[in-house]
């Protein structure tokens, strides 16, 4: 059936100005990650696609590596874009990134300007875009001036095939380099895409100063650490979950410690009348210098829970003092590497 986007859909999702931009981003985006590639039907990712659409979710987060395989979740965007979404393009934020492994040889990863303009091609070929709204450099690269990487990006630019440029998961010193490098160059930096969440607070001492002085917007990823922050880990590892699949959530990261915070954190989030999914959303945007809680969902279901965070934002101090006591870094930061170098 041809999708019509509901009418409604601007009526209740806060959007969030991006650093000193003049973009907005929706205070929930959607990540195409996990859940998009070819392992998952295409009709469930449809559906996850227009319910997001009409809530408001005008966002869309991708990289070159997406799938399973690598590639794959750009491919069945750009299918139901085609099929969905075209109509609507100039109300959708497309993004994508470049970074990790993606081909074979020395030119298929890291930060060199010859992989990154040639992954920006093949991410538009895949997706069927003539430009997209936000192309990312995924990490940093220690081997390649920061110069080059952040000149590559400028070029995208200027080759009319990105809008804005953002970085993902840099330190707060490399950001600040990359910001002055841009600004030079008269491509700001737009965003920086950290992860981030009740169990990984690594932006916090001093990331998210270097952002807001830089008027530099922050899309944080996996608020729900990848689904540890919900309750279905906590009687076990039930069979349909990330956990399970053998993906990027190691199920020893599923230690009694871990799990005593959270169901710690699950009792304080039911006091509040929120699921524990919701109100880790909730708690990541609790500082203005967060744009956007980057969310991923594998069904419709989730996708409106995560939603519905946003009926309740507010947090008393009684609350955030509690929360402090079981917020502590878990180990979970997976990308720490690249925010260390
Ligand atoms: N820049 C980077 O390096 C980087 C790295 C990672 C992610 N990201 C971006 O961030 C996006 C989100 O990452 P993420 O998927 O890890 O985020 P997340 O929101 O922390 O985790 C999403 C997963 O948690 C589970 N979940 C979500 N809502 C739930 C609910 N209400 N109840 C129960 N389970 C729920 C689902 O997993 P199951 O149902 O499958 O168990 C879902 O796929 C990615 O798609 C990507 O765009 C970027």
């Not at 981003?25 to 449809?46: C, Y």
């Not at 699949?245 to 954190?265: C, I, M």
């Not at 509690?322 to 979970?332: C, K, L, P």
Request: glycine content about 8%; charged content about 25%; proline content about 5%.
């Amino acid at each position: 059936m041809t999708y019509v986007a509901a009418s409604d859909r601007y009526d209740a999702m806060p959007y969030r100005r991006c650093g000193r931009s003049g973009l907005q981003l929706p205070a929930v985006s959607l990540g195409l990650w996990h859940n998009f590639g070819d392992d998952k039907p295409i009709e469930t990712q449809r559906a996850i696609l227009r319910r997001a659409f009409d809530l408001g979710i005008t966002h869309f987060d991708l990289a070159n590596n997406y799938g399973p395989p690598y590639g794959s979740a750009e491919i069945n965007f750009g299918r139901l874009f085609a099929e969905d979404f075209a109509p609507y393009r100039d109300e959708l934020i497309i993004s994508t990134k470049a970074g990790y492994d993606m081909w074979p040889g020395p030119y298929g990863e890291w930060g060199s300007r010859k992989y990154v303009l040639a992954s920006l091609d093949q991410s538009l070929r895949r997706m069927g875009l003539d430009y997209v709204d936000i192309f990312y450099s995924h990490r940093f690269d220690p081997e390649t001036p920061l110069e080059e990487t952040v000149g590559a990006l400028d070029a995208a630019v200027r080759q009319g095939k990105a809008l804005y440029v953002g970085i993902s998961s840099y330190s707060d010193q490399r950001t600040g380099e990359a910001a002055e490098l841009l600004r030079a160059l008269g491509t700001p930096l737009l965003i920086h895409q950290p992860s981030y969440s009740l169990l990984n607070r690594w932006i916090e001492p001093a990331l998210l100063d270097v952002l807001g002085e830089e008027g530099v917007g922050c899309i944080v990823f996996s608020p729900i650490a990848q689904g540890m922050l919900t309750d279905k880990y906590l009687d076990g590892v039930p069979e349909r979950s990330r956990a399970a699949e053998g993906k990027s959530l190691d199920p020893e990261l599923l230690s009694e410690e871990n799990l005593a915070h959270v169901r710690a954190l699950h009792e304080i989030a039911q006091r509040r009348g929120q699921a524990l999914a919701q109100m880790a959303i909730s708690w990541v945007l609790r500082d203005a210098r967060v744009t956007s809680a980057l969310i991923g969902a594998s069904s419709v279901r989730q996708l409106e829970q995560n939603v519905a965070a946003l009926d309740v934002l507010d947090f008393s101090d009684e609350e955030l003092a509690e929360i402090d006591g079981h917020a502590v870094d878990s180990g979970i930061n997976l990308w720490q590497r690249s925010s260390d170098a």
